[in-house]
């Protein structure tokens, strides 16, 4: 039961009457009360009436008696609500039974697409695809959760024209050579070795260019090399992501060479729409709204002059695809920030020509650098950019580490299975918790530590719980009466009830620092609820009660994690 909208339902009614049109009552948790209404303030000016009044008019025709102890007008207009104690005993226990924890599934699904993670054939995933695959991977998690059907799509880098000397340098090697290299990881050494012979010798660089003439042409024997360099990348792909303990497998790859065949009709069609314009021997959009810094119109190419088309074409072709033959009406691109323009004109280009229309839209879900300790661009000690799996391979060895420090007695396998749980948690987590515009630094000892807004903090919050129940014997029983003695739990009570209102929030901006704030809050409140009301040496109806609200405490702190892609575990 989400007691937000449990209390803004109550008041919608009432505002309209008094305002005599709908009206958002703009219900949030108060420092007050439990919740506050603050829409009176803003209608005051609509009205020409003094907010306290329109609120206090609010409040008498507002049917309030069964959910709240106090209804009172206070400041300059706000309403202030207090639910009533047992309101709340009976909505917690309402939790008890049901496996969703008060989240509905959504009422209308849609058909969602989730571009994201996105790395390049034969190149390092770097940190830019950390971000992108932690997000995305939560953003498929919640709408999946919600009902809605995902479709994930890892827009691979597996065309261009640097194929050509990567294909090159693959024959150089020798297919088995190549294939090992690759599919081990040593993604950036293959990249650098053929750009620096593509620079350094003519010969090598004249191969290249027929290559890449011979593998837009079809040429069988070529098309087979590029794919054994498209499948070595992805079988190292996979294993990272396995690493990272997230949702992708390999069917979700959908490279850009999935959209060749319909480059050439999104550019006839907007040529045909009267869209395109030559410019430089290139054919280009103009989207209205974009200029340079100079004023003029900025293009968005869609046919090269070379006659070759790229990024922006095979974007084009993908929303199309998204849209016409998928069916989707949500289309997600989770990519960095500095490809902001990019999309915008995408996007923009995409709705004159009617590929994207209502109910379809399209979101950026631009995000922000990871920095090192210096603040600048993460970097490893020879001054590369670092190499993800490094990363990822630091943060379990780290977290292993603490957790053989804290508890000696820990068996290797035990100690392994904490460590990747924390220490990828931690990693996804401190991804997640900062403002996805953002940049954020990593830093290992706070990410890791077990104080503060952390993976760690909430995994640890979750073990502690369940050794409650370890001690005290028994499991949760659901049928309980919830009692609501002392503030500390009539606290944990409201803020148990909160979960559905910050999914829901969540499920429409995807600023999962809203989720990982609430799980922080609850976890605080918990630890709160945990030193004041002794649970195990409690008796009777209290004790039961007590129980019940740690374990739905629990059970809300490995869901909410479980939807940022972090796992719980059982001791800490
Ligand atoms: N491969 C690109 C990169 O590494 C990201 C692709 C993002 N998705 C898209 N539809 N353009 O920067």
């Known amino acids: 039961m989400d007691l937000e909208k449990l209390l803004t339902d109550r008041l919608v009614p009432a505002f309209a009457a008094v305002a005599g049109g709908p009206v958002d009552p703009v219900v949030r948790r108060s420092p007050r009360a439990d919740f506050q209404s603050d829409a009176a303030l803003a209608l005051a000016r609509r009205l ?314 399209a979101e950026h879900l631009g995000f922000g650098s990871i920095l090192g300790a210096d603040g600048r661009m993460l970097r490893s000690r020879a001054g590369d950019s670092v190499k993800l799996v490094t990363l990822l391979e630091e943060a379990v060895a780290r977290a292993t580490e603490l957790a053989r420090a804290k508890n000696p007695g820990l068996d290797a396998e035990a100690a392994a299975e904490i460590g990747r749980a924390v220490g990828i948690g931690a990693l996804k987590y401190a991804d997640l918790a900062t403002e996805r515009t953002r940049d954020h630094v990593l830093d290992w000892e706070r990410m890791l530590s077990l104080d503060g807004n952390t993976a760690p903090y909430l995994q640890y919050a979750y073990a502690r719980i369940r050794s409650v129940f370890r001690r005290a014997g028994t499991d949760p029983r659901p049928d309980v009466q919830i009692v609501l003695a002392e503030p500390a739990e009539r606290a944990l009570a409201v803020e148990l009830l909160g979960f559905a209102a910050v999914v829901a929030e969540t499920e429409r901006t995807l600023a999962f620092h809203h989720l990982a704030g609430y799980l922080h809050r609850l976890a605080v409140t918990f630890s709160a609820f945990y030193e004041r009301c002794p649970v195990l040496r409690a008796t009777g109806e209290l004790r039961e009660s007590r129980l019940l609200l740690a374990d739905l405490t629990a059970r809300t702190l490995r869901q909410g994690l479980h939807l940022l892609g972090i796992r719980t575990v059982e001791r800490m």
């Open 48 to 361: 020409g009436r003094p907010p306290r009044e329109i609120a206090a008019a609010v409040l008498e025709r507002a049917e309030l008696g069964d959910l709240c102890a106090a209804a009172e007008v206070s400041g300059p207009g706000f309403l202030n609500l207090t639910v009533a104690d047992g309101a709340l005993a009976a909505l917690v226990g309402g939790l008890a039974g049901d496996e969703r924890l008060g989240v509905p599934v959504s009422a209308a699904p849609e058909r969602v697409v989730v571009d994201y993670s996105a790395p390049n054939v034969a190149k390092e995933m770097h940190v830019g695809h950390l971000r992108s695959t932690v997000i995305g991977d939560a953003a498929v998690r919640l709408l999946d959760w919600l009902g809605h059907r995902v479709v994930r799509v890892n827009h691979l880098g597996d065309w261009g024209t640097p194929f050509g000397m990567l294909i090159e340098h693959l024959v150089d090697l020798g297919e088995a050579e190549a294939g090992r290299a690759l599919s081990m990881g040593d993604l950036d050494r293959f990249y650098r070795t053929a750009r620096w012979k593509f620079d350094t010798d003519e010969v090598f660089r004249q191969r290249s260019r027929r290559r890449v003439v011979a593998l837009q042409g079809g040429d069988p024997r070529t098309r087979e090399l590029w794919r054994l360099l498209v499948e070595q990348s992805e079988r190292y792909f996979l294993a990272v992501y396995a690493l990272l303990d997230v949702t992708l497998t390999g069917v979700d790859f959908r490279g850009e060479s999935a959209y060749n065949d319909r480059l050439a009709g999104v550019v006839a069609d907007l040529d045909r729409m009267g869209l395109l314009t030559s410019s430089d021997g290139a054919e280009c959009a103009f989207p209205p709204g974009f200029t340079g810094r100079d004023g003029a119109a900025l293009p968005l190419i869609a046919r090269k002059a070379d006659g070759g088309y790229g990024y922006p074409a095979t974007d084009l072709a993908a929303l199309r695809h998204r849209t016409d033959e998928l069916g989707a009406t949500r289309l997600l691109y989770v990519v960095g920030l500095p490809q902001r323009q990019h999309f915008a004109m995408v996007f923009a280009v995409a709705e004159q020509a009617g590929w994207l229309r209502p109910p379809a839209r």
